[in-house]
């Protein structure tokens, strides 16, 4: 599965909705150490107060602006507006299942957020045909994902209804026609709103890595601007980087973005940790640090990071059966192209079948 990016789509999902732990608990013998401290956190957080603002807090969460503590403050503001839901109009109450789909989604409740939407008209909301679109993608039901799609014709721009379309196809079929389909529609990006510009580059990119042109791929980005680019999107960059070996412009970079290393975001530690494995530097701030969230990981046995363990695992600090524990983790929730090559990869280094 793509670290944190889950899929591309989840960028336009903020884009739309309103326009229509430092611990060291697990051992390397798998024994919990009762003594430890496994978690800190500040006794007080800043309240949200209103559905506009919890929005924008949980979109915040996508960037290197981030705390670290958006979806706990979004998640603690939906459990006091749901106390007092008879007092909320129609709208609100859209707003706010949404917001609690998109909870359970970024922590693979796949099911669940489903489940919820129903309790809405989503045939009519372009935000929850994208995050439908996006949940049926990470399942790997492309038809039903492209179903939702397609409902946003009509709904929402043109540029985000046939980018999701292309998206939802290229992750099962990654062929270059689709995304010289895709690469067509550029004239439109002109009169688009810088969210849906950037995600449509974003989509571009990741598909012209996948196809072997990383170049491209790097070249799609700086269409707009670095900076502002969500993680998803910067962790697409540093795949491209990757395939042109170019480990040092990772690791600068990433120290000069990244201001506070105990709250970045974990796929981009991992892959500044590769970066700097690459380089033959064994120990660092970085490194230390994400052994320290990956410890949180294990021991909460976290679905929603499973591929970032595993990986990790995979190519950080060897473990292969706790990489393979993770994989197949990870494969009971995702089941992307991305998802069964983790699996594979964990199998293979087990010497076990690579069957998905």
């Known amino acids: 599965m793509k670290f944190l990016k889950h899929s591309a789509l989840q960028f336009a999902l903020a884009s739309v909705s309103l326009a229509s732990i430092a611990c060291s608990a697990y051992t390397q013998t798998g024994n919990l ?34 705390s670290g503590d958006e979806r706990e403050r979004v998640t603690r503001f939906v459990n006091f507006m749901r106390n007092d839901i008879r007092l909320l109009s129609a709208g609100q109450k859209e707003r706010l299942v949404l917001l609690e789909a998109r909870l359970l989604q970024g922590i693979h409740k796949f099911e669940q957020a489903q489940q919820h939407l129903k309790k809405i008209n989503h045939s009519r909301s372009p935000a929850a045909q994208l995050l439908l679109a996006d949940i049926n993608i990470q399942q790997g039901n492309i038809k039903k994902a492209k179903e939702y799609c397609e409902k946003l014709v009509g709904q929402t721009s043109f540029l985000i ?81 990757f395939a042109l070996k170019n480990y040092e412009t990772i690791t600068s970079t990433l120290a000069a973005v990244v201001s506070d290393i105990s709250t970045a975001d974990d796929g981009l530690l991992l892959k500044w940790a590769i970066a700097e494995r690459a380089q033959g530097i064994v120990l660092s701030e970085v490194q230390n640090q994400l052994a320290k969230n990956m410890e949180i990981r294990v021991w909460r046995e976290d679905s929603s990071h499973a591929a970032r363990v595993a990986t990790y695992f995979l190519e950080i600090e060897p473990d292969y059966p706790l990489a393979l524990k993770f994989a197949e983790l990870n494969w009971q929730f995702a089941q992307s192209l991305d998802d069964q090559e983790l699996l594979k990869r964990a199998r293979q280094a087990n010497g076990v079948s690579t069957n998905a």
């Open 161 to 241: 209804a046939f980018t999701c379309m292309i998206n939802a196809d290229f992750s099962q079929n990654r062929d270059v026609k689709l995304l010289n389909k895709l690469s067509a529609f550029e004239r439109y990006t002109s009169k688009a709103r810088p969210a849906e510009r950037q995600w449509f580059y974003e989509v571009l990119s990741d598909m012209a890595l996948r196809l072997g042109n990383p170049e491209a791929a790097i070249t799609y980005l700086v269409k707009t601007n670095f900076e502002q680019l969500p993680i998803s999107a910067m962790l697409v960059w540093a795949d491209a980087h």
């Open 33 to 66: 150490d009762f003594n430890t401290v496994i978690a800190t956190w500040q006794p007080e957080q800043l309240s949200i107060e209103s559905i506009d603002e919890a929005e924008e807090v949980l979109s915040s969460s996508r960037y290197l602006s981030a």
